[in-house]
């Protein structure tokens, strides 16, 4: 229950297309869903995160797509780029006396240029 | 100037062996974090320090042991290094200690490799 489950594993996109990251988890207590991109030899970065009281929500290029009903939540990334190929990493967190929060495995994306 | 440094960068050693990765961050953040992150890439949560006080301290064997001196700096000591402690070790701070719901600046990494 405590297990956030990312696909797919790897990604390969044309440059200037969608690259489309799933994350699907069973604890309905999460209520922070971030994302991260690392690139390699690089520690993760926040890239956006959402809250389960919006659908959704954009910043530049990045759309997150939530649906509490469904448990999922999913990354967009819009005119994907050669410089977009990275790992990303989605994650979950709720508040337990302390706050806690799990990653997923991780996508790798590649974006042909 | 780096915000979040680790050193050292690159750690091989023999299994049995202690050692140590220090981390420090010049944001004035009052939290700072460790995590791991192993060969398939799974990152994981070790232990978080706010003010030099541990707030999360995840499922980690005895073996590994934070020190903070200050909400400056957060050192990770290894003891009887085993062949699974094989990973990239990630520092982080942020401003808070809410953890994930705010901003966290990840240092470069630690790769150790245990023979």
């Known amino acids: 229950q405590q297990q956030v489950k990312q696909s797919p594993q790897s990604l390969i996109v044309q440059k200037g297309g969608i690259s489309i990251i799933n994350c699907a988890y069973e604890n309905t207590a999460f209520d922070y869903f971030p994302w991260y991109q690392q690139f390699p030899g690089k520690g993760p970065a926040l890239l956006i995160a959402?809250?389960?009281?919006?659908s959704e929500k954009k910043e530049g290029r990045f759309t997150i797509s939530f649906n509490k009903s469904a448990k999922q939540f999913s990354l967009h990334i819009m005119d994907s780029q050669p410089g977009d190929s990275a790992t990303y990493f989605c994650?979950?967190?709720?508040?337990?006396?302390?706050?806690?929060?799990?990653f997923g495995t991780g996508t790798r994306l590649k974006v042909l240029a | 100037d780096t915000a979040v440094s680790q050193t050292p960068k690159y750690l091989v050693t023999q299994m049995g062996n202690d050692k140590s990765i220090k981390c420090e961050q010049n944001?004035?953040?009052?939290?700072m974090y460790w995590y791991k992150q192993d060969s398939k890439k799974f990152l994981k949560i070790m232990f978080s320090?706010?003010?030099?006080?541990?707030?999360i301290n995840e499922t980690v064997p005895n073996r590994f042991s934070p020190k903070s001196p200050d909400k400056a700096h957060l050192n990770l000591h290894i003891n009887s290094l085993e062949l699974g402690d094989s990973a990239v070790y990630f520092c982080a701070s942020s401003q808070g200690g809410t953890g994930l719901r705010e901003t966290q600046y990840f240092g470069p990494g630690t790769r150790l490799l245990v023979l």
């Open positions: 959402i809250r389960p009281d919006v």
């Open positions: 944001l004035g953040h009052d939290t």
């Open positions: 994650a979950a967190s709720y508040y337990s006396g302390t706050y806690k929060y799990i």
């Open positions: 320090y706010n003010n030099k006080e541990l707030i």
